[in-house]
């Protein structure tokens, strides 16, 4: 079955690193974009970047331009958020996300969340 597995996760003072990243399993994984979103408390679930099959093409959420680097590696079945320059806003439960195929059954799915918290 489909499984994406978030990990990297943690504490740190804002100015700070983290990596995140996301093992996929039970799909073609060199076939298909993937996504990273995250969720703070209270507040709706958003992108924060995306990544396309190959790789050549990424997307970030204006908020992250400049400090998130997303990644992949199809021969690992991973996909890396690179966060940089970290804020107290970026403090929220990051989530990977894909929408494939595997065999006849198509659906949207999710890791289970890395929590990110960024606080002096």
């Known amino acids: 079955q489909v499984q994406l597995v978030e990990s990297g996760g943690g504490l740190v003072q804002p100015g700070g690193s983290l990596r995140l990243s996301c093992a996929a399993s039970?799909?073609?994984?060199?076939?298909?974009?993937l996504m990273w979103y995250r969720q703070a408390p209270g507040k709706e679930r958003e992108l924060v970047a995306s990544?396309?099959?190959?790789?050549?093409?990424?997307n970030y959420v204006d908020s992250v331009k400049g400090r998130f680097t997303v990644s992949r590696d199809n021969a690992k079945n991973m996909v890396y958020l690179q966060m940089n320059s970290l804020k107290p806003e970026d403090t929220g439960v990051y989530y990977c996300?894909?929408?494939?195929?595997?065999?006849?059954?198509?659906?949207?799915?999710w890791g289970q969340g890395t929590q990110v918290t960024v606080s002096s």
């Open positions: 996300y894909a929408a494939v195929c595997a065999g006849f059954q198509c659906g949207n799915y």
């Open positions: 990544i396309s099959s190959a790789g050549s093409s990424t």
């Open positions: 039970g799909f073609t994984f060199s076939r298909y974009g």
